[in-house]
């Protein structure tokens, strides 16, 4: 079973819409990262939290410690956002990140 | 604004033979990582770096991989004798600190062994 698990695995939303992707993880970790991947495949840190919730534009990003769960969410998704959001955590052991397989994003205009 | 760099973004080679995959981490930065990624699959991590030696790895990091601090700039993966299952794209990653400290991506190599 794999440590970090996203879901779903792929989304398609039309343009306006307010968009949600879960991850949840089963170890002990001391922050969680979201990042994004784009075609080219370069990857970019959207956020890192270890609580509560950060927000930066249209995007927030909530953590829950005790259940162990974290949600990304897009507000009035644009095709441009386009793009594979990936959840990464940093064990409490270490400095290593473990990742999730990925969420497909496609904003449809 | 500061990032880390990778060189080259794309290396082809012959399936046996050696590379060595180059970053520059960004200059204040003191812990250093290589992840790749298999075409298809999940980003997963194979060695991070710190006051230069290793000092986590997983169990991909094999003999065929070294990695190196040659100056105070640059950060190699070297991976001795490559097979087919090494075509991956690999990144680069660096942070301030080891421990709830955001890590930064450089843009990738894409290693492609035939």
């Known amino acids: 079973k794999n440590e970090v698990e996203q879901s779903p695995q792929n989304l398609t939303a039309q343009e306006g819409e307010f968009i949600t992707i879960n991850c949840s993880y089963s170890v002990g970790i001391s922050a969680l990262h979201w990042l994004q991947q784009h075609p080219g495949g370069g990857i970019v840190s959207l956020f890192m939290?270890?609580?509560g919730k950060k927000k930066h534009g249209r995007l927030i990003a909530t953590i829950n410690i005790q259940e162990k769960h974290s949600s990304l969410h897009i507000t009035a998704s644009h095709p441009r956002d386009s793009a594979v959001y990936i959840c990464?955590?940093?064990?409490?052991?270490?400095?290593?990140?473990?990742f999730g397989e990925g969420t497909q994003l496609t904003v449809n205009p | 604004e500061p990032e880390v760099t990778q060189t080259p973004s794309h290396q082809v080679t012959q399936m046996g033979q050696e590379v060595i995959l180059r970053c520059v981490p960004i200059s204040n930065h003191l812990y250093f990582y290589w992840y790749r990624q298999i075409l298809g699959q999940k980003v997963e991590f194979l060695v991070s770096f710190y006051n230069n030696e290793i000092s986590e790895k997983s169990e991909i990091f094999d003999d065929q991989f070294s990695v190196e601090r040659p100056d105070g700039s640059n950060f190699t993966l070297k991976i001795r004798s490559t097979k087919l299952e090494d075509s991956a794209m690999y990144f680069c990653a660096s942070s301030l600190t080891g421990y709830y400290n955001e890590q930064f991506f450089g843009p990738g190599t894409r290693l492609t062994v035939l």
């Open positions: 939290l270890s609580s």
């Open positions: 990464a955590v940093i064990r409490m052991s270490g400095s290593r990140l473990t």
